[in-house]
């Protein structure tokens, strides 16, 4: 792969400092974000099934789903299913905040690729599809896609 693999990294890095596609008032920081995401995917989940699914530590988890409980994102729920284990459940404004924050993310990714064909946008989404589901395929935590 040589000297291709240096070009994708060197763009991932410059791609990861651009706030034009998340900055603004309001928004959801980023681990809530994809807490949120998980969790509207998935369905409820419990500590345990959260740090399965990120591969982090429950102390981890437990700020951050503690944060989104202040905040009003996520509320704990029996488990729907019977187990012993409370789950997180998106509340109404965590649903809301969610889709405005995707929203404002569309928006700017639209701007950005305003003179983009569509068989181009399409090619990149495909690409950028293939290179997460084989990094999550060799971390062996697969995200499930709607």
Do not use: C
Request: glycine share 8%; no cysteine; hydrophobic share 40%.
């Amino acid at each position: 792969m040589g000297r291709s693999t240096h070009d994708v990294e060197y763009e991932q890095m410059l791609l990861s400092r651009h706030e034009l596609l998340r900055h603004r008032s309001g928004a959801l920081d980023r681990s809530a974000y994809i807490l949120l995401s998980r969790i509207r995917v998935q369905g409820p989940m419990s500590i345990g099934e959260l740090s399965e699914a990120f591969a982090l530590d429950t102390s981890t988890l437990n700020r951050q789903t503690a944060a989104a409980m202040r905040a009003g994102l996520v509320e704990r729920i029996p488990d729907p299913e019977g187990g012993m284990a409370r789950k997180f459940r998106i509340t109404t404004q965590g649903a809301r905040m969610l889709d405005e924050e995707r929203e404002a993310i569309i928006s700017g990714l639209d701007k950005v690729m305003a003179d983009w064909p569509e068989e181009d946008i399409t090619a990149f989404a495909g690409y950028l599809r293939r290179f997460n589901t084989d990094i999550e395929r060799l971390a062996g935590r697969p995200w499930p896609r709607p």
